[in-house]
């Protein structure tokens, strides 16, 4: 007869053996992308372990084929950006099978029992990478684009560059400044005409009409440069 002490440790050990099959979440690094199926064929980063009688080992998980990535998405809008080798993603494993989802789109019947298994996984863009990236930066910041490459960086302030990762960067004028810095320019051009209509020579030479020494302005002056319409709107766009 065993003892209490030993029976507790020995359904533990069968529920850890047990646990090993169970999968929730784990990186895997990209190994092909298909972008029409949007799936991943995908390496699972974290080992598996094998439980033995006397010892344990670890050995790697084959690679998880067509699995679905998930993007932001709704049924009306979507983020999609393409994936690399190489690229990491996070893999998630349902509780179930989500084939028959897949294909309808609806509640279904989980069809195969197995539970938090390999071939419920789906992979979410992006994961625990091992180096900093330009998502550093957005402490106070939104960053769209490349590592090492053009970004877009739209600040809490309202202000928005274009540049690179490398430090290079221009600002965008949204379109109520640049009307605003427009309209302001339009002003001063303004001035400038009726300063210029208005303007006359002092001079030593005698005309025939008007008082000597002035030269008054006639008719026949050249038109005068024509004044800044008004700007409805206005678009910006800033390049390197």
């Given at each position: 007869m065993t003892?209490?002490?030993?029976?507790?440790?020995l359904w533990r050990k069968v529920l850890d053996y047990r646990l090993l099959d169970v999968h929730t979440a784990m990186p895997g690094k990209v190994v092909s992308f298909d972008a029409v199926a949007q799936t991943v064929d995908v390496q699972p980063q974290i080992k598996h372990v094998i439980a033995g009688e006397t010892s344990e080992a670890v050995d790697?998980?084959?690679v998880l084929r067509n699995v679905p990535v998930?993007?932001?998405?709704?049924?009306?809008?979507?983020?999609?950006?393409?994936?690399e080798a190489g690229d990491i993603v996070t893999l998630i494993?349902?509780?179930w099978a989500i084939d028959a989802f897949r294909e309808k789109g609806e509640e279904t019947h989980?069809?195969?029992?197995?539970r938090h298994d390999l071939a419920s996984a789906v992979a979410l863009p992006g994961g625990p990478y091992p180096a900093a990236s330009p998502v550093a930066e957005t402490i106070d910041a939104l960053i769209v684009g490349y590592d090492g490459g053009a970004l877009v960086k739209i600040k809490s302030d309202g202000s928005i560059e274009i540049g690179s990762s490398s430090g290079a960067k221009q600002y965008v004028a949204l379109g109520t400044d640049t009307k605003?810095?427009?309209?302001?320019?339009?002003?001063?051009?303004?001035?400038?005409?009726?300063?210029?209509?208005?303007h006359i020579h002092i001079t030593t030479a005698t005309v025939s009409a008007g008082p000597p020494g002035v030269i008054?302005?006639?008719?026949?002056?050249?038109t005068p440069p024509p004044v800044v319409g008004d700007v409805a709107s206005t678009k910006v766009k800033a390049e390197e």
């Open positions: 003892s209490p002490t030993r029976d507790a440790e790697s998980y084959p998930i993007y932001q998405r709704t049924a009306k809008v979507a983020m999609a950006f393409p994936l494993f349902n509780e989980p069809v195969d029992l197995d605003a810095e427009i309209s302001a320019l339009r002003d001063a051009v303004d001035a400038i005409v009726t300063a210029y209509n208005a008054a302005p006639t008719t026949s002056s050249a």
